[in-house]
Nanobody, 126 residues
Framework: QVQLVESGGGLVQAGESLRLSCAAS????????MGWFRQAPGKEREFVAA????????YYVDSVKGRFTISRDNAKNTVFLQMASLKPEDTAVYYC???????????????????WGQGTQVTVSS
């Protein structure tokens, strides 16, 4: 069992930066691949970024490449999403999720992820 708690969301202006954190419970954090998803009002939840167990491999949706960086600290059971050059279209509830090592976690599909956080709101004003 893994419990995930996101933090770091807020209201920022376009062009600014924000860093999201996701703290995981349990001693098995390093065995999970991690991902960030987001859901804007009236839209389906979409994949944003993913990272391998060691942190050596990262994947991004095209719309955030070059602006967002996913990273993890396995010693602190935490995964991060550094967001720069934010745009109003980045406004959404952001969720972190944990996927078993054997899953197709880079597919961006929800069903590859086993555990989910409650989400944190990010609002970008123009």
């Amino acid at each position: 069992q893994v419990q995930l708690v996101e933090s770091g969301g807020g209201l920022v202006q376009a062009g600014e930066s924000l860093r999201l954190s996701c703290a995981a419970s349990g001693r098995t954090f390093s065995t999970y691949c991690m991902g960030w998803f987001r859901q804007a009002p009236g839209k389906e939840r979409e994949f944003v970024a993913a990272i391998s167990r060691s942190g050596g491999l990262t994947y991004y949706v095209d719309s955030v490449k070059g602006r967002f960086t996913i990273s993890r600290d396995n010693a602190k059971n935490t995964v991060f999403l550094q967001m720069a050059s934010l745009k109003p279209e980045d406004t959404a509830v952001y969720y972190c999720a944990a996927a078993p090592w054997y899953s197709d976690y880079t597919s961006g599909e929800d069903n590859a992820y086993e555990y989910w956080g409650q989400g944190t709101q990010v609002t970008v004003s123009s």
